[in-house]
């Protein structure tokens, strides 16, 4: 696999994205084999939006790897905070480091950098547009979970139309034989018309609906995702919105046994802590699995084996 940055999840390629799936898994059954592939190595995360998931489990993924981590968690502690462009930080990073994992609220941030740095550029998130990594996790999670990533009916619900969580998965997943996508959302937070007609465009089977508990008994993966305050310009809209779907144990009484319970997270609401102890419910998890795909994706990029 030749790649030089991650920008998006179309970047990859179905093989690729399972040549990744199958390092992570032997990185997960065997660490030990692992644990000095990146001795020398310096990954900068430059983080000019919060994280706690996404920016901890790159670096815990380079520290596993026995490389060095560098960087800032705000833009605020930056040179950003005097005006320093992204390409000229890309440009002075690259002297630094060996690889950049870089999130940002604007769109297009990460390829800006990518086109001025002399290293691999992972897109860590952009604005509502963009995130790849997390659909690398969350691919790793359903592939760990179901045994497949084809044939099976995934339901997204909640905030849809600002969630890049749910624009990378529903392009990665798109991809797969047999995906069916129900999209369970208010009429304010539907999908993207540009997404809508990337859909129709490749002929996938989806519906979009505003019922969350009728749509349940017929899912074999539900992807709840927040209501996010960070996207809206109207305080009022938000508040609004924010409790349209609240995922509780009786609702889950329609759902199938086997059902396979996904959230990028942070949780606000949308997921009661009734439902944590349930066996369905996989977002802990997914979160771990986060770390071992960025491992995977880090040796990728640096050409380790």
Do not use: W
């Amino acid at each position: 696999m030749q790649m030089k940055h991650l920008i998006d999840i179309l970047d990859l390629s179905v093989e690729e994205i399972d040549e990744l799936i199958v390092k992570a898994r032997d990185i997960m059954e065997k660490p030990q084999n692992y644990s000095e592939k990146c001795r020398g190595k310096k990954l900068a995360t430059l983080f000019y939006e919060p994280s706690t998931r996404t920016r901890l489990s790159f670096e815990a993924a380079m520290y596993e790897l026995g490389g060095h981590v560098l960087g800032f968690s705000e833009a605020q502690s930056s040179s950003a905070s005097k005006g320093e462009s992204v390409a000229d930080t890309a440009k002075m990073i690259s002297c630094y480091a060996d690889i950049i994992a870089m999130r940002h609220y604007k769109e297009g941030a990460p390829l800006v950098a990518s086109m001025n740095a002399s290293i691999p550029v992972i897109n860590a998130g952009d604005g509502g547009h963009n995130h790849p990594t997390q659909t690398l996790t969350d691919l790793l999670t359903i592939q760990c979970e179901k045994g497949r990533l084809a044939d099976m009916t995934i339901g997204f619900c909640g905030d849809l139309k600002f969630g890049r969580t749910v624009h990378s998965l529903l392009n990665a997943m798109s991809r797969y034989e047999g995906v069916r996508f129900v999209l369970i959302s208010p009429e304010e937070l539907r999908i993207p018309e540009y997404l809508r007609h990337e859909l129709q465009k490749k002929k996938i089977d989806f519906r979009e609906t505003q019922a969350l508990e009728e749509s349940l008994p017929e899912l074999d993966i539900l992807y709840m995702t927040r209501v996010q305050r960070e996207r809206f310009f109207n305080e009022a809209d938000y508040i609004r919105l924010r409790d349209s779907y609240i995922l509780t144990p009786e609702k889950l009484e329609k759902a199938r046994a086997d059902l396979s319970i996904l959230h990028p997270l942070p949780r606000v609401n949308e997921i009661s802590v009734r439902v944590d102890s349930d066996p369905r419910a996989c977002y802990f998890k997914q979160a771990l699995y986060g770390k071992y795909i960025r491992m995977a994706l880090i040796l990728r990029l640096l050409e380790i084996d």
